[in-house]
């Protein structure tokens, strides 16, 4: 904790002067409107630095071959971490194909369309965050033409009632061919070791003709909220010719089925891929890359109206964070302090893919004075 300076700005001839001190009072005086947000807003009645605000910092990881950079393999959108067996795990789409993707136009049953076409997904685990080793593949693709018999990638975990859940993009088709259009599928396993019992079955449809979700489901990531599976996705539409993203929520108990998407949907206008961790009685999220609110961290009290909270910069993309308590149906979120993310190689043609990395911040309802860093 700082300790309190009263460094006021305050003399004889400005007697009425903003009082810099910290943490503070909302003076007894006009204030600005950018001054009267910052009370308002962020830290009623008390200045205080934002605790929803951070840096990012990264840091490669050790473990995970790359073929030389040549394009000819991928590892991206990783999972959430989790910790189980006294041990980190995480999964994330594999492609490993002979060639790098070429585009929808010349894709073929062994040549990828995109970085995501023909992918699996794969888990590693880790002692520490940084040094991983890759276990192998968790989940493949099934026979046609079960969803996902083309890709399976863009997985994310939940842990419910002693099981794992895997949750993931599930392509009847080429991404590319009229779109990225894809539904959710889900496994699920006694163990995070596997194996995994794909179910075959779309659990998350895409929205009928016309919705905003009409053309795909992706990025699902579940929470535990309100006794509840809340399961947030991105899906994308366009608006006067321009895609626009953005973020909806499907609810259940069962983690099978049944999830019921939310009448408000879409509860947020903009980002890409999903991040959220529960934070204080309500949902907090990372909106990374796209749309008029990207770069800001956003905070629901009841996980349904989000408001922009803070502003930062170089966002961890596709970022799956370790959050200690995903799952435990908390009413009091913690957040977090570190996850992995991905870095897109777009290179030439022949060299496009993406990297596994670390990020940290500090996110962490622990860490005091967030701003001071
Ligand atoms: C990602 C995610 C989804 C998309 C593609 C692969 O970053 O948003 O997974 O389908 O890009």
């Not at 009370?39 to 071959?65: A, E, V």
């Not at 990783?78 to 194909?97: D, E, F, H, L």
């Not at 073929?108 to 997904?121: A, V, Y």
């Not at 149906?329 to 993406?354: A, E, P």
Request: with cysteine.
């Amino acid at each position: 904790m700082l300790s309190i300076s009263f460094l006021s700005w305050a003399d004889a001839n400005n007697p009425v002067a903003f009082p810099y001190h910290m943490p503070m009072e909302k003076p007894d005086m006009p204030l600005s409107k950018a001054m009267n947000r910052a009370y308002q807003q962020y830290s009623t009645p008390t200045y205080r630095p934002n605790q929803l605000f951070t840096q990012f910092k990264y840091t490669r990881l050790s473990g995970f071959d790359y073929a030389n950079g040549d394009g000819t393999i991928t590892r991206r959108d990783p999972s959430k971490v989790i910790k189980a067996n006294g041990r980190y795990y995480v999964w994330y789409t594999k492609r490993q194909t002979h060639t790098p993707p070429r585009g929808a136009a010349k894709s073929t049953e062994s040549i990828p369309s995109s970085d995501w076409d023909l992918s699996e997904i794969w888990y590693a685990t880790s002692e520490d965050g940084f040094n991983w080793q890759e276990q192998g593949v968790a989940v493949k693709r099934p026979p046609k033409p079960n969803v996902g018999w083309r890709s399976v990638s863009t997985p994310d975990i939940l842990v419910w009632k002693g099981k794992y859940y895997l949750y993931y993009q599930g392509f009847l088709e080429a991404s590319g061919k009229h779109g990225d259009d894809c539904p959710v599928t889900v496994s699920v396993a006694d163990s995070p070791n596997g194996p995994w019992k794909a179910t075959n079955k779309i659990v998350i449809p895409n929205g009928a003709k016309g919705a905003w979700d009409q053309s795909s489901i992706h990025d699902p990531y579940p929470l535990v909220y309100q006794g509840k599976i809340y399961l947030y996705y991105k899906s994308d539409f366009k608006a006067q010719g321009q895609i626009v993203r953005a973020q909806g929520l499907a609810i259940s108990d069962d983690p099978l089925g049944g999830f019921k998407k939310h009448p408000l949907n879409p509860v947020m206008n903009s980002g890409h891929e999903t991040t959220l961790f529960p934070w204080k009685q309500g949902i907090a999220a990372l909106v990374i890359r796209h749309g008029n609110e990207h770069n800001t961290i956003q905070y629901a009290p009841d996980g349904v109206n989000f408001d922009v909270v803070t502003t930062v910069s170089m966002m961890p993309f596709a970022a799956g964070p370790y959050i200690p308590d995903a799952f435990t149906d908390t009413k009091n979120g913690q957040g977090i302090t570190w996850g992995l993310s991905h870095f897109t190689w777009q290179g030439t043609r022949d060299t496009r893919h993406t990297i596994l990395a670390r990020f940290d911040c500090d996110l962490a309802q622990h860490i005091d004075e967030p701003s001071m860093r």
